[in-house]
């Protein structure tokens, strides 16, 4: 079983719009949660950490539930620039050390 | 200031054959990740180290090996490659491990093929 579950999609939409992401983790001892993008051909780059209150960052928003073991995504008023893979992302300790777990990633491109 | 700096960018082997990767983390960072990305997929994580230790390891067989150097830099080795090897090999540093709630910064990878 996937640690770390994600919709692959491509998830198209129109300039404007609002987009959720929802991502599911198997380890209920995860400790830290991450959205990253990452655009085609280039490095992963930090989105937005994750925190158990929920954060927002300007047109962001993530969302935390430890007890569904459930992250999601929320961005609001999509830009043409906002097109890249975004990339849910848990830290989890097992006998061999921690881990970043990364999920196959969801594919968002955004039209005119 | 230079960001984490991956080399080399594009690599081609041959099955059985082995493979060093460097990596050279950001001025001041003391943590090195490595993870392995294949074509559609997510990267996956392959080792942590912090202060010369290793810190972590992914579900990656014993051909997988690394060490970190006391300028903080670190090799990647893998032996005997095997045609399923061919992948983004990804370095990431932080100034922490990965255990604490820390931003990553990657590099822009090596490109290995194995044909």
């Known amino acids: 079983r996937k640690e770390v579950e994600q919709d692959p999609g491509p998830f198209n939409v129109p300039e404007g719009a609002t987009v959720a992401f929802n991502c599911t983790y198997s380890n209920s001892a995860s400790q830290s949660f991450f959205w990253y993008r990452q655009d085609c051909r280039k490095e992963p780059k930090l989105l937005m950490s994750?925190?158990?209150s929920g954060n927002e960052d300007g047109r962001f928003t993530a969302q935390l539930n430890r007890a569904s073991q459930y992250i999601s995504l929320l961005i609001r008023d999509s830009k043409l620039s906002d097109s890249a893979t975004y990339l849910c992302?848990?830290?989890?300790?097992?006998?061999?050390?921690?881990?970043?777990?990364f999920g196959k990633g969801t594919s968002l491109l955004v039209t005119p | 200031d230079a960001g984490v700096t991956q080399s080399p960018t594009h690599l081609i082997k041959t099955r059985g054959q082995h493979v060093t990767l460097r990596c050279s983390p950001i001025s001041g960072h003391k943590s090195v990740s490595w993870y392995q990305q294949v074509l559609g997929q997510g990267p996956q994580f392959i080792f942590q180290y912090y202060e010369k230790e290793e810190r972590g390891r992914g579900n990656f067989p014993d051909r997988f090996s690394a060490r970190q150097f006391p300028n903080y830099s670190s090799e990647l080795n893998v032996n005997a490659l095997l045609l399923g090897d061919s992948a983004l090999y990804l370095c990431a540093s932080s100034f922490a491990p990965i255990a604490t709630n820390e931003k990553l910064f990657f590099g822009s990878g090596t490109q290995l093929s194995v044909l």
């Open positions: 994750v925190y158990s």
């Open positions: 992302v848990v830290n989890e300790i097992s006998n061999s050390g921690y881990a970043l777990n």
